[in-house]
């Protein structure tokens, strides 16, 4: 949901100037800037993203929720440390060929992807060519909604989870 299978990414990190520029914020993470930047201004820069990622959608209550858990040191360190692990020095460690490749290539088992069609944190084109990753991928791009599309239209996504899990 709202970040399709790796090997899709990857072709978009390649081929989709849109989508490079709606990553911005994962290139700005590898630098140590983004360790002062982030927590200033009460993590003003989260409430950027969130409204860049799910433009209208109104999430007070989950980004103040976000915030306690990021004023955290150890919190933030964490977070900014999955996007460094993602784009950084160790994504392309030898030692991890053997684990990217499975997480890149043709998905073996039935898979459902879900993606809000306004989600300005990767577009929609994007998770279209997620269909490509196995001949069983069923991807839904749900209308009205961003990248936290499971806040945004819960009903919507629970309504497509029990109908692809029960076969409906």
Not at 100 to 114: D, I, K, N
Not at 145 to 166: D, S, W, Y
Request: proline share 7%; charged share 15%.
């Amino acid at each position: 949901m709202a970040v399709p299978p790796g090997g899709a990414m990857n072709v978009a990190f390649v081929t989709n100037l849109a989508q490079i520029k709606r990553s911005w914020y994962m290139f700005f993470f590898q630098h140590p800037l983004a360790d002062m930047v982030v927590p200033a201004n009460d993590l003003a820069f989260i409430d950027l993203l969130w409204a860049d990622w799910s433009p209208g959608f109104s999430a007070a209550g989950d980004i103040a929720n976000v915030k306690d858990c990021l004023r955290e040191p150890a919190h933030l360190a964490a977070a900014l440390g999955y996007y460094r692990a993602t784009l950084g020095a160790g994504a392309r460690s030898p030692e991890y060929d053997a684990i990217q490749a499975a997480g890149s290539g043709p998905l073996p088992q039935p898979t459902l992807y879900l993606h809000g069609r306004n989600d300005g944190c990767i577009g929609a084109e994007v998770a279209e060519s997620a269909r490509a990753m196995c001949d069983w991928a069923r991807v839904e791009i749900v209308e009205d909604a961003g990248h936290f599309l499971q806040l945004e239209q819960p009903e919507k996504v629970n309504e497509l989870v029990v109908g692809f899990l029960t076969g409906a």
